[in-house]
T-cell receptor, first 111, second 109 residues
Framework: NAGVTQTPKFRILKIGQSMTLQCAQDMNHNYMYWYRQDPGMGLKLIYYSVGAGITDKGEVPNGYNVSRSTTEDFPLRLELAAPSQTSVYFC??????????FGSGTRLTVV | RKEVEQDPGPFNVPEGATVAFNCTYSNSASQSFFWYRQDCRKEPKLLMSVYSSGNEDGRFTAQLNRASQYISLLIRDSKLSDSATYLCGESGNTGKLIFGQGTTLQVKP
């Protein structure tokens, strides 16, 4: 049981490049989330999903897209990377009302 | 007003001290509340869920005050290893989990 797995762990992007951050969970959780955390700050919700085929915006969705074609996977897409998207990205999953399990994060730098 | 607010601190306390953090929330429909611990450059890990009746786990006690819309975390007999950032989170019936900024605790020898 791996929990929540995020790949890659680190990435450097050039301005204007695109990439997909991968997130997979093996706990059969319906709910999945993407957060970003800037230095010294809390977690900001980007997008979340309450089940396959259903996604919704969080607090800071601009510049990102998501899809949820399976229960297990919830990839986050950056289409035109900007320096403001330099951050640590965390994926999480849960059953409603339970505590949330986080992945170990992806550290992204846009230069 | 932010949905979830915490005093970022830092709280600097000596070993053995008792320290308390509060976290206020604005969504009166919030249903679930949590305290998470985050160590530097690591992912948050669940410390405690917060129930209406309160919740105690060893040296840690969490309480919910729905009338005043805040949750609290009390740490007794602080240890050096308690040094971390403590994040509070709330979720309602939409499934969103929103976090506060986090409170930094430094326990000194």
């Amino acid at each position: 049981n791996a929990g929540v797995t995020q790949t890659p762990k680190f990435r450097i992007l050039k301005i204007g490049q695109s990439m997909t951050l991968q997130c997979a969970q093996d706990m059969n959780h319906n709910y999945m989330y993407w957060y970003r955390q800037d230095p010294g700050m809390g977690l900001k919700l980007i997008y979340y999903s309450v089940g396959a085929g259903i996604t919704d915006k969080g607090e800071v969705p601009n510049g990102y897209n998501v899809s949820r074609s399976t229960t297990e996977d919830f990839p986050l897409r950056l289409e035109l990377a900007a320096p403001s998207q330099t951050s640590v990205y965390f994926c999480a999953s849960t059953y409603p009302g339970d505590g949330y399990t986080f992945g170990s994060g992806t550290r992204l730098t846009v230069v | 007003r932010k949905e979830v607010e915490q005093d970022p601190g830092p709280f600097n306390v000596p070993e053995g001290a008792t320290v308390a953090f509060n976290c206020t929330y604005s969504n009166s429909a919030s249903q679930s509340f949590f305290w998470y611990r985050q160590d530097c450059r690591k992912e948050p890990k669940l410390l405690m869920s917060v129930y209406s009746s309160g919740n105690e786990d060893g040296r840690f006690t969490a309480q919910l005050n729905r009338a005043s819309q805040y949750i609290s975390l009390l740490i007794r007999d602080s240890k050096l290893s308690d040094s971390a950032t403590y994040l509070c989170g709330e979720s309602g019936n939409t499934g969103k989990l929103i976090f506060g900024q986090g409170t930094t605790l430094q326990v000194k020898p």
